[in-house]
């Protein structure tokens, strides 16, 4: 974990070294190979391959420091390649280490502190640290420490237990002034043990080795002081050798040279030929590339393969003319490689990389701009001025008088970029579609940081002042795209339906530019008013939110659609209908003479659900479904739901953002309920709830505040805050008998406890006597069911397995599975959610098999009710469902965890 700084030049370079990985931008192919490096790693555990699975579907950079201190596969990963040095490993990690190092950035210490870590140190590298006070340490690893001296001692263990390995507590000195490159935060809020008080410092962090003695309970003290990069006697030739890479663009070469200089070729080679298999066939750099193969086999004594080398140089070069044109013609303006040409920043902007440039602005500037021209001709120029700029802005360059030769030279550059624009195919940078996206966009001219980018690389003369006519289109994709003023005016459709967006929102409408879906929550007369005034629409889809009882306004909506134009299906949410009521009357003589309507489905209340109950094995989306997101359509990772008939209303705990939301039947949104105010411990927020349900006595909600470690409960009418019920608990699901008796599971003490009203500590009716598989035993139970004898039924997820645990026994009885996690009718994978129907049969969220199951009283297999058809985003698959319900009609209602949405499945009437 140390490196003496005067003991290993090495030092210099892995600084050098992280610097340069923190730079190198991340590919799909380096994360693909880390998942796939991961998966073999933990081939048969499927705990790791769970978590690897989640992190791959639910990791987002903001969580990376949650992810970090979590027990599984990510930190252990991690944490072998940083200590073993395992620099393609690293190198595969680089995005997340860069998250790591952006998190601690943010969350920076802001007071100096004093921090602890004990560690168990054999004698000859505490002898190594003892002959060196006064020197300076660097670590090569993420650096964790705790605030609480008392933490670290205990973590040491029994002192008078003896070991072989002297005990080490150090004493760490940090001032926020000092970590100007290596930051370090307090990451408590944001670890997935918050109660830990842990302060993490990042990789390379360097620190003075103040003092080393031994106290009465015989623990070496290690006093140190963190330290910045300039107060070593390394500092000059790290900053110089850190200046080298700071004055390019970081690739893949750049990482070569790098671990060339450190001596290990073998990991040089293998990045240089790792950057040729993704450059164009075309590209310039080849030609660097093979050169430094072409040397660093000679270096190794390959000089067969080092002849090779430069015969494909030659051969690109004799394919490549222009390519090796433009590996001569350098001048002060351009950097080593020539697909990197750049013009010195101007307030802050400036374009290295050529191709990429031209591709997306060539076609629209090339017939109208003269490239850098005005370097040989102006000292400075304006930017033409914008219909919304008021005044032009000024873009000072100042620029050589150049002798004649350099004129030459100049001009034998800018032909080269004339002739690499001929090259360019213009298909890479031409709209593919002209569809509009957001209303925002509509009609913005190039500007501000565009065109002051397209300036400053370019240094433009455009007398027809063109510039100022290229306007932004964004396509359905999201894609951006430039167009000038003619192609912008061709696409009619774009100021059509802006046009019908102004309409729809003058009425208070809306319109999802993603699913095409007008919805317009105004009036009834004026919503037939709009119809007629519309005829671009071919679906309606109208919710019995309005008034259906209005026999004037079904009237006028069936003679409306059936008069207009383009309408071609129209759909009724027709509820609650009872026997003779006046809303069945008015609908059935509204629409017995309308042919136009060709389906009416009447619901029919279920008291009871049987053993041969079947549901429609496509659901569908009531709740979500938009992507992962905190917009008030979206959800992200669900995990668990209450379904509330009285109201027609689903709550669902929404976990990854901290929040409960109410989902009325038919809504397109939801309402923040309970949180909702960023991640927190305060009355008015949350910190991952887990799981909620409706205590109709007092009219409030109760919740699991999982990473809060409380019960909260939330007043349904003014429900601004919270209040604490039970603290101090790792509550994961809850529920409430007939006798209002609250029911909580604890996922870390492997129990589960019974408030009664007024109690404060509670009574433990599911006594887990420890993690493990013993019938007396949980490990991790999360979701829980009581039914009307107090039996209590509990997922206990990472044994595969539901137990069912009646009033007063010592152990429990397994119900649904009890073998190992598999995915047979006989087998369960981490299950979760779970409810008992009045048979006695047990309806399970089998999450890892992406299925609902159910296992009748008795039966030693359970039967697929709905999924089963592999991990997906179809309606009749799951990713990961984690809590399931039915409503008084017998639908089905499942969180689809993985998906973000909440999926319906009526219940099969054939």
């Known amino acids: 974990m140390f490196e003496d700084l005067f003991l290993h030049f090495q030092f210099v370079f892995s600084q050098v070294l992280i610097d340069c990985l923190l730079r190198l931008k991340s590919t799909e192919i380096d994360k693909n190979e880390l998942i796939n490096c991961c998966q073999n790693e933990y081939e048969g555990n499927s705990w790791q391959l769970n978590n690897l699975h989640e992190f791959e579907k639910d990791y987002t950079p ?11 596969f990510f930190y252990k990963t991690l944490n072998a390649a940083l200590r073993t040095q395992n620099i393609h490993m690293i190198f595969l990690f680089r995005t997340f280490i860069y998250d790591i190092y952006r998190q601690l950035q943010k969350y920076q210490s802001k007071h100096p502190l004093q921090v602890y870590r004990s560690q168990l140190m054999s004698w000859d590298e505490l002898d190594s640290l003892k002959n060196n006070i006064g020197q300076y340490i660097s670590i090569n690893s993420m650096f964790s420490t705790s605030k609480q001296r008392t933490t670290a001692l205990f973590l040491l263990g029994d002192i008078t237990t003896k070991s072989d390995l002297e005990r080490v507590l150090f004493e760490i000195d940090a001032d926020p002034k000092i970590a100007t490159t290596k930051p370090f935060a307090d990451i408590s809020k944001h670890s997935y043990f918050p109660d830990e008080s842990e302060v993490l410092f990042m990789i390379g962090s360097i620190f003075r080795l103040n003092n080393i003695k031994r106290n009465g309970d015989q623990i070496w003290i290690i006093k140190m002081t963190l330290c910045n990069d300039n107060e070593h006697d390394l500092k000059q030739v790290l900053m110089y050798m850190k200046q080298q890479i700071e004055n390019e663009e970081i690739n893949l070469r750049t990482l070569g040279n790098v671990l060339w200089e450190m001596g290990k070729f073998d990991l040089a080679e293998k990045y240089f030929i790792r950057l040729l298999k993704q450059l164009p066939s075309d590209d310039p750099l080849h030609i660097s590339l093979y050169e430094d193969l072409g040397k660093l086999a000679s270096q190794r004594g390959a000089y067969d393969m080092s002849m090779k080398w430069r015969q494909k140089l030659l051969t690109f070069k004799e ?13 002060n303006n351009s950097i ?32 109208t701009l003269k490239i850098t021209q005005v370097l040989l001709k102006l000292e400075s120029f304006v930017i033409p001025q914008l219909d919304s700029v008021s005044d032009p802005v000024d873009t000072d360059i100042d620029t050589m008088l150049p002798i004649l030769d350099k004129q030459k030279e100049m001009e034998q550059q800018l032909n080269l970029v004339g002739k690499l624009l001929d090259r360019v195919d213009h298909r890479w940078a031409q709209p593919k579609s002209t569809i509009f996206g957001q209303h925002k966009s509509r009609g913005v001219p190039l500007q501000g940081a565009d065109l002051r980018e397209v300036e400053t690389y370019l240094s433009v003369v455009d007398n027809k002042h063109s510039l100022g006519n290229l306007y932004r289109t964004v396509t359905v994709d999201g894609h951006v795209h430039w167009v000038c003023r003619e192609h912008y005016d061709d696409i009619s459709f774009n100021n059509a339906m802006f046009k019908y967006i102004d309409q729809l929102e003058a009425m208070g409408g809306e319109f999802d530019t993603k699913t095409k879906e007008a919805v317009v929550p105004s009036t009834l007369s004026r919503f037939c008013e709009m119809l007629k005034t519309n005829q671009t629409l071919k679906e309606i889809d109208i919710m019995d939110q309005t008034g259906f009882e209005d026999e004037t306004f079904i009237v006028n909506l069936l003679n409306t659609v059936k008069e207009h134009k383009s309408i071609k299906h129209l759909s009724l949410h027709v509820k609650n209908i009872q026997q003779s009521d006046r809303k069945e009357a008015s609908l059935s003589e509204s629409l017995k003479n309308h042919q136009f309507i060709s389906r009416l489905r009447q619901s029919i ?20 479904g938009n992507g992962r997101g905190n917009q008030l359509n979206q959800l992200s990772r669900p995990q668990g739901i209450y379904v509330n008939d009285d109201h027609q209303t689903i709550y669902i705990a929404d976990f990854g953002n901290d929040r409960i939301v109410e989902w009325k039947y038919g809504a397109k949104n939801g309402q923040v309920v309970a949180g909702g105010n960023e991640k927190g411990d305060r009355s008015d927020q949350l910190n991952y709830p887990t799981d909620v349900i409706v205590d109709k006595k007092n ?34 699901g809850l529920t409430i008998d007939k006798n209002v008796d609250l029911y909580v599971s604890d996922y870390v003490k492997n129990e589960v406890r019974r408030w009664k009203q007024g109690e404060k500590e509670g009574t433990i009716v599911v006594r887990g006597n420890g993690k493990g598989k013993h ?34 026994a010592k152990e429990g009885i397994v119900v649904a599975s009890g073998k190992d996690e598999g995915n047979s009718l006989t087998q369960l994978s981490y299950p979760w959610g779970v409810v008992v129907d ?39 698959q799951f990713n990961r469902p984690m809590d399931l319900s039915f409503d008084v009609q017998g639908n089905l209602y499942v969180v689809d965890h993985g998906n973000h949405r909440i999926q319906k499945f009526y219940i099969d009437l054939n």
């Open 336 to 367: 080593d490689e020539p697909d990197k040409m750049h013009v010195a920043p101007h307030n802050g902007y400036s374009i290295k990389n050529t191709r990429e440039f031209i591709i997306r602005y060539g076609p629209y500037l090339r017939t």
């Open 319 to 331: 394919e490549n003319l222009l390519a090796t044109n433009a590996s001569v013609n350098k001048t």
């Open 699 to 732: 009219n409030s909600l109760i919740i699991c505040d999982y990473g809060n470690k409380r019960l909260v409960r939330w007043s349904r009418q003014n429900g601004e805050n919270g209040e604490t019920i039970i603290s101090d608990i790792h509550c994961y």
């Open 605 to 624: 209340i279920f008291n009871h659900i049987n053993i041969n109950t079947k549901w429609k094995q496509h659901g569908v989306t009531i709740a979500g």
């Open 775 to 808: 019938l007396n035993q949980f490990h991790c139970p999360t979701h829980i069911f009581v039914d009307k004898d107090h039996s209590v039924y509990v997922s206990d997820s990472f044994n595969n397995r539901v137990m069912k645990w009646m009033k007063g």
């Open 838 to 876: 009045h048979l006695g049969n047990v309806y399970v969220a089998d999450s890892n098999n992406h299925r609902i199951m159910r296992w009748c009283e008795g039966s030693c297999e359970g039967s697929i009710v709905v999924g089963g058809n592999g991990e997906g985003e179809q309606s009749n």
């Open 62 to 72: 903001d969580k990376v420091v949650w992810w970090y201190t979590r027990e599984s």
